[in-house]
């Protein structure tokens, strides 16, 4: 049972480059999110979806794309890596997203921009 | 206001001492709510779900005060292994976390 599986684990950039994050769920979930997280801050949302075809924004949006053409993966897109982005990203999926049920959280990508 | 918000702390406790921390919500209609436990910024995983009034597991009891909109968390007789962040989550779809309440238990 792989649960949520976050690709890369690690990941360095330049200025400027674009990359997805990758985020696959293997449990039928319905809901899925993105959130970063800052020393200091918290988790920060920055995407959510509640089912394929289905995504909204969050807290924290702005330099982040999303799309959800399955219920399994949620890819994240830095279109123009900025430092501002350096963070660990998480991934997070649950069973609905009405806020009755617990998120399961993948390991994370630790992101660097230099 | 954040829809959670959590002092950060840190709650420097002693080994065996009980420590309790809060954390404050901002919508009425959030229906549940979770803590979490997170080590060194590695995954949160879950470690109780507050459904209504309270919930109690082992040595964490957690209490839900919807009259003045906070969760409680509460460990008793702390160990080594219980210092990390917990973090609390509530709200409906856009499901927000706080900064989270950091524990350091002291041998």
């Known amino acids: 049972n792989a649960g949520v599986t976050q690709t890369p684990k690690f990941q360095v950039l330049k200025t400027g480059q674009s990359m997805t994050l990758q985020c696959a769920q293997d449990?039928?979930?319905?809901?899925m999110s993105w959130y970063r997280q800052d020393p200091g801050m918290g988790l920060r949302l920055i995407h959510y979806s509640v089912g394929a075809g289905i995504t909204d924004q969050g807290e924290v949006p702005n330099g982040y794309n999303v799309s959800r053409s399955t219920t399994e993966d949620f890819p994240l897109r830095l279109l123009s890596a900025a430092p501002s982005q350096t963070s660990v990203y998480f991934c997070?999926?649950?069973?609905?997203?009405?806020?009755?049920?617990?998120?399961?959280f993948g390991d994370g990508t630790r992101l660097s921009i230099l | 206001r954040k829809e959670v918000e959590q002092d950060p702390g840190p709650f420097n406790v002693p080994e065996g001492a009980t420590v309790a921390f809060n954390c404050t919500y901002s919508?009425?209609?959030?229906?549940?709510f979770f803590w979490y436990r997170q080590d060194c910024r590695k995954e949160p995983k879950l470690l109780m779900s507050?459904?209504?009034s309270g919930n109690e597991d082992g040595r964490f009891t957690a209490q839900l005060n919807r009259a003045s909109q906070y969760i409680s968390l509460l460990i008793r007789d702390s160990k080594l292994s219980d210092s990390a962040t917990y973090l609390c989550r509530g709200g409906n779809n856009r499901l927000a976390f706080g900064k989270g309440n950091q524990v350091v238990v002291i041998p």
């Open positions: 507050v459904y209504s």
């Open positions: 919508n009425s209609a959030s229906q549940s």
């Open positions: 997070a999926s649950s069973y609905s997203g009405d806020g009755g049920q617990p998120q399961h």
């Open positions: 449990m039928n979930h319905e809901y």
